[in-house]
C-alpha cells in the first residue's frame, strides 16, 4: 500500500506526550512504539514524533532493558537506540500496525470537495 505523503492533520506534541505517558504508565510497549515509529521514519520517510521523543523512548528502553518483554525485542540493539537504529527488515506486525495508525491519524486522506471548494473561497 502506497501512501500519498500530504500534510498531517494531528498535533505531534499530543501523540509525543500520550505516548511517554503510557509508556511510562505501562499500557503500551516501548518497543512498538520504538520500531513503529523508526519503521515509518527510515521506510515510508514519515516522522510521526518529534526527535527528542524518539531519543526518549530509546533511552528509556536502554535503560529498562532487563525489565522490558516483547516478541521484537531482538530486533533493536540495546546500545543503539539513539542513533536511529535501521532495523534491516521490519515484521509484518510492525508495517501493518504502522499502517493502521497513519490511517487513524488521517495521514494520506484527500480533501472532500467541499472542503476543496472552502478552501479557493478564503
Not at 504508565?25 to 512498538?32: D, E, F, I, L, T
Not at 516483547?70 to 539513539?82: C, E, V, Y
Not at 536511529?84 to 480533501?111: C, D, F, N, T
Request: charged share 30%; net charge positive; hydrophobic share 35%.
Amino acid at each position: 500500500m502506497k501512501i500519498k505523503k500530504t500534510k498531517l492533520e494531528w498535533n505531534k506534541e499530543t501523540l509525543d506526550e500520550k505516548v511517554k505517558s503510557r509508556v511510562v504508565n505501562g499500557v503500551v510497549s516501548p518497543v512498538a512504539w520504538w520500531l513503529i515509529a523508526s519503521y515509518l521514519y527510515y521506510v515510508k520517510n514519515i516522522s510521526i514524533m518529534k526527535d527528542e521523543t524518539f531519543d526518549w523512548l530509546g533511552k528509556w528502553i536502554k535503560d529498562n532493558w532487563d525489565r522490558i518483554e516483547h516478541p521484537n525485542k531482538s530486533l533493536i540493539q540495546r546500545d543503539a537506540t539513539f542513533s536511529g537504529y535501521y532495523v534491516r527488515r521490519y515484521p509484518l506486525r510492525v508495517q501493518g500496525a504502522s499502517i493502521q495508525l497513519l490511517e487513524e491519524l488521517g495521514y494520506g486522506r484527500r480533501k472532500t470537495s467541499s472542503t476543496r471548494n472552502r478552501n479557493r473561497q478564503c
